[in-house]
């Protein structure tokens, strides 16, 4: 059993910048793949970014490429997700996960994190 707490979410203006942690319970978080989603109000769910085991594979969504990263850090187990140029588009509940490898499905969820981008 994996437990992922997200923070890092807030208010932010247009053009600013977030970065949101992950923090994954228990030893074996190296073993997973982590990933980076995303559900907007009155949406679906979406993917967003991830990263696998080593950290050498990152696939990242088209509409986020050039403005977020993904990066872990085992010791810490934590991952993180850089987010620079917000668009008010942007806005939505993101949420961490933990898988197998970066393609779906993914196991653990966590609760989420609130990100509003004003305009």
């Known amino acids: 059993q994996v437990q992922l707490v997200e923070s890092g979410g807030g208010l932010v203006q247009a053009g600013g910048s977030l970065r949101l942690s992950c923090v994954a319970s228990g030893r074996t978080f190296m073993r997973y793949a982590m990933g980076w989603f995303r559900q907007a109000p009155g949406k679906e769910r979406e993917f967003v970014a991830a990263?696998?085991?080593?950290?050498?594979?990152?696939p990242y969504a088209d509409f986020v490429k050039g403005r977020f990263t993904i990066s872990r850090h085992n010791a810490k187990n934590t991952v993180y997700l850089q987010m620079n140029s917000l668009k008010p588009e942007d806005t939505a509940v993101y949420y961490c996960a933990a898988g197998n490898t970066v393609l779906p499905p993914y196991d653990y969820w966590g609760q989420g994190t609130q990100v509003t981008v004003s305009s």
């Open positions: 990263i696998s085991r080593d950290g050498g594979v990152t």
